[in-house]
């Protein structure tokens, strides 16, 4: 890529056009257990450069308002949450959640400027554990469109949230790298004979696989595009093929492949042009892990792994990420404890924004040629006016989305797995609204 279309790509502040493009989509503010409380403290939030400050309210509703107060720009987040609004500390002008001032107490009860006073509030929605808000344009709000997870049961979803130092695209590709886990990750996802598919324990994934140099097969979508990581297994490789197929949801969200007890999902969402959020879900409707063991098991537990409301990491770069060299001579294979601080020793090694003029990419990653391309050409259409990436009917309800996982008979076709009835019919409708034949799919 040139440096003009990494920016295009990579930059979401003020008006560049992948920030105008993720406007068009709602996007997760913060999880719902950090304002979960009435007239608990305001939380700070940072989405694409814009400051916002999050609370629960008397009555149980959620506000999202500009954090600087209209005012004179004092930050809200030191404000007084009481009484159905926040108050100021500066001057003492309080907001309800839909930003209107209730009152001014520097102001003169007959004052006109009580009746016109209002700030910036953003609309919100509740939904599979998160805050979402809507920071797009006041009249083209987008109907909620609910993620897969939120199928399952509030009890059922467990979320990782860890802070990420450097771009989101570069993270994003991280999670449509199905090569790198066979690497990166293999002391927590080791080969085992006796397992048919991905197989869950306390400390680690069991994989029928020793493959290392999985056949990457790409299909686009209208959401995005699907991909296959087809290994070789270590049972009956002549009659069977391992298939990990990952689902990438424009323009943010990651469908990986599940284990025999829970779905697993990511978003990667902006804060700025040099941060990330990194949340990761894993869910399931009935089985599932619950809340404490899935962020003991990625080492990102609140207040030991990760500092609470900040979610910066203890295992940083600043320390090389705790990484014990003695612990790799014994046999781990990265000596940095938890997947996600392993993924972002990698991730955030490439500088706040990766230059990818430099990169030289190879058969595995197809996926990743595949996501540059496509929203590097959704930027571009976005700066010439025309509707985001997924936002165009006919769509494939988000909740219908799955990945797959598992042995699958050799011959047979990847690209009809786990997929919806409203998604196959899309797909009839080849070269309206995205899609491409099987012939044409890949990089």
Not at 147 to 156: G, L, R, S, T
Not at 309 to 321: L, P, W
Not at 404 to 427: C, T
């Amino acid at each position: 890529m040139t440096p003009q279309q990494n920016e295009l790509l990579c930059r979401v502040e003020g008006n560049a056009a992948m920030g105008r493009l993720m406007r068009q989509h709602w996007l997760p503010a913060c999880m719902i257990e950090e304002v979960a409380e009435r007239d608990s403290s305001p939380l700070r939030v940072r989405l694409l450069g814009e400051n916002i400050v999050v609370f629960r309210d008397t009555r149980g509703r959620i506000g999202a308002l500009k954090e600087a107060c209209p005012h004179r720009g004092a930050s809200l987040a030191f404000g007084r949450n009481e009484e159905c609004g926040l108050r100021c500390l500066y001057h003492g002008w309080k907001f309800d959640v839909d930003g209107n001032a209730v009152d001014m107490s520097s102001e003169p009860v007959d004052a006109k400027l009580r009746a016109t006073m209002k700030t910036k509030a953003y609309r919100v929605e509740e939904a599979g554990g998160f805050v979402w808000v809507w920071l797009g344009a006041d009249d083209a709000v987008a109907p909620f469109d609910p993620p897969n997870w939120c199928a399952a049961p509030a009890d059922k979803i467990s979320i990782v949230k860890m802070h990420g130092g450097c771009n989101w695209a570069q993270i994003l590709e991280g999670s449509i790298d199905s090569a790198h886990s066979s690497s990166l990750h293999s002391s927590n996802m080791p080969t085992a004979s006796d397992v048919a598919g991905s197989t869950a324990t306390d400390i680690a994934w069991l994989r029928p696989s020793a493959d290392k140099a999985p056949r990457i097969e790409v299909d686009r979508t209208s959401f995005g595009f699907r991909y296959a990581a087809i290994r070789k297994p270590i049972v009956d490789a002549d009659k069977q093929d391992y298939v990990r197929m990952t689902l990438f949801v424009a323009p943010y969200t990651v469908h990986i492949p599940s284990n025999d007890q829970y779905h697993l999902s990511q978003m990667l969402v902006p804060i700025d042009d040099v941060n990330t959020m990194f949340y990761w879900i894993a869910w399931h409707p009935t089985k599932g892990i619950a809340q404490d063991a899935w962020r003991t098991f990625c080492g990102a537990e609140v207040g030991k792994d990760v500092e609470p409301t900040t979610f910066n990491k203890v295992r940083n770069r600043e320390n090389n990420y705790l990484q014990d060299r003695e612990l790799m001579k014994a046999g781990d294979f990265t000596g940095i404890y938890g997947i996600p601080a392993q993924d972002m020793a990698m991730w955030e090694s490439m500088g706040p924004i990766a230059d990818r003029g430099e990169d030289r990419l190879g058969s595995s990653d197809k996926a990743i040629f595949t996501f540059r391309t496509l929203m590097y050409r959704a930027a571009q259409a976005v700066e010439k006016g025309e509707p985001a990436i997924g936002t165009v009917e006919p769509r494939v309800p988000h909740a219908k989305l799955m990945s797959f996982e598992g042995m699958v008979p050799k011959g047979d076709d990847w690209r009809v797995l786990n997929v919806s009835d409203e998604e196959r019919a899309i797909s009839n409708e080849a070269g309206k609204v995205g899609y491409r034949p099987a012939a044409e799919a890949g990089a």
